[in-house]
């Protein structure tokens, strides 16, 4: 008999290493041994003699085979595999009867095991129920069904599922595993509740934060206020960096002109007297239109300071540095606490920031709209008099 199991386990782990789809990470030849292995766990444990022991080796080892034909009917599939196998070895009718009959009550759906050898054989298929891996094994029967598009279950899904076929579906039968796997099969259960339990009060406190966050946008004024705010400081602080980067062009060109006529056309001047004054007007427009950037660009000075009577009257501006950067530290925590205070002297602040954001903004474009403006006219004027004294001198 020992030779008949060697040779079904070799035959069983070369059917499926050439046969079955790698998808099939649960009803595999590790799924089979370990059915193989509670079967003997069963048998060492209970009066039962070699000729069962021997038909419930072979159908924990058979019984799966028919995934390689197909997934729907695979039991009636094992069966017709093992008997062919089993014909091969010389196995008697009887005993070939026997373990087809045991791989038909391995279907889940079948209820009421009538035989003992039944009754062993369904709680092996299922011992990993009352098994400390039961989760490992859960989660690759998942996978399997999720790899081949047979269901889709989220975590949560799945482990209300796993709850329900515990408490529902599943029973085990034999004496041994209602003893020493029932116990554990009670605390996966208790496990899969309690894990379920947390996830429903994460879901609660979720949903309740959600509610809340709603209800305080919808319901606080102050929201609309700061977004307000705080689009308008950044869009005034957006220009005011275009106009900086505006104004250092107009630098970075005008320099360059500048560089390259005193370069080129000063020391050209002896022989081309005719070429002085348009030079001088394309050089003179040129340094005014520096000047008027370098003008745009220039940051006013201011005392820095306050008094605790400006705080007192909300006449200083806080959000500006230039209110407080000669202040003292103790001295300006103690003006922003009393900023802080008052939510009105905040918004105060705020608005005064943003009014003379505006007020740098409007002079910056004003003298950089004069800039250009000169930058242009002199472009023009200067060709037209390079033009115009090249033709007289002609």
Request: charged content about 30%; aromatic content about 10%.
């Amino acid at each position: 008999m020992e030779n008949l199991i060697k040779a079904t386990d070799d035959f069983v782990l070369k059917l499926f290493i050439e046969k079955l789809p790698n998808t099939f990470v649960y009803h595999n030849y590790t799924h089979s041994k370990r059915v193989y292995k509670s079967i003997n766990e069963i048998i060492e444990h209970s009066q039962i003699d070699v000729k069962d022991a021997t038909i419930l080796r072979l159908t924990a080892l058979l019984h799966d085979t028919g995934y390689i034909v197909s997934r729907e009917n695979h039991e009636v599939e094992s069966t017709k595999i093992a008997r062919k196998f089993l014909e091969s070895q010389n196995v008697e009718e009887p005993m070939i009867a026997a373990v087809e009959k045991c791989i038909l009550a391995t279907e889940f759906k079948y209820k009421n095991p009538k035989t003992e050898l039944e009754k062993i054989i369904r709680d092996a298929d299922c011992s990993h129920f009352g098994k400390d891996y039961f989760e490992e094994t859960s989660e690759f029967l998942r996978l399997e069904l999720m790899l081949q598009d047979q269901a889709k279950y989220s975590p949560q899904e799945w482990r209300k599922e796993n709850i329900r076929i515990l408490v529902e579906e599943h029973q085990f039968y034999t004496d041994y595993a209602l003893k020493n796997w029932q116990p554990t099969k009670e605390e996966n259960l208790s496990n899969l509740l309690s894990k379920q339990r947390k996830n429903k009060e994460k879901l609660r406190r979720d949903e309740d934060k959600a509610k809340l966050k709603a209800k305080y946008k919808n319901e606080s004024p102050d929201r609309g206020i700061q977004t307000f705010y705080r689009v308008a400081l950044r869009n005034h602080i957006k220009l005011s960096d275009i106009a900086d980067t505006k104004a250092n062009i107009m630098l970075s060109v005008n320099a360059i002109i500048i560089s390259l006529v005193l370069s080129n056309l000063i020391s050209k001047l002896d022989n081309n007297n005719y070429l002085i004054i348009p030079t001088a007007i394309f050089i003179l427009f040129s340094a005014t239109t520096m000047i008027l950037a370098v003008i745009a660009t220039r940051p006013n000075i201011t005392r820095g300071e306050f008094t605790k009577e400006d705080i007192a009257n909300q006449e200083v501006n806080l959000t500006f540095f230039g209110n407080f950067h000669k202040m003292k530290l103790k001295e300006f925590e103690w003006a922003i606490e009393e900023l802080l205070k008052d939510r009105d002297y905040v918004y105060k602040s705020l608005t005064k920031d943003l009014y003379f954001l505006g007020q740098v903004l409007d002079r910056k474009y004003r003298i950089l709209r004069i800039t250009y403006t000169i930058f242009v006219a002199g472009t023009i004027i200067s060709l037209a008099a390079f033009a115009a004294f090249f033709y007289m001198e002609m």
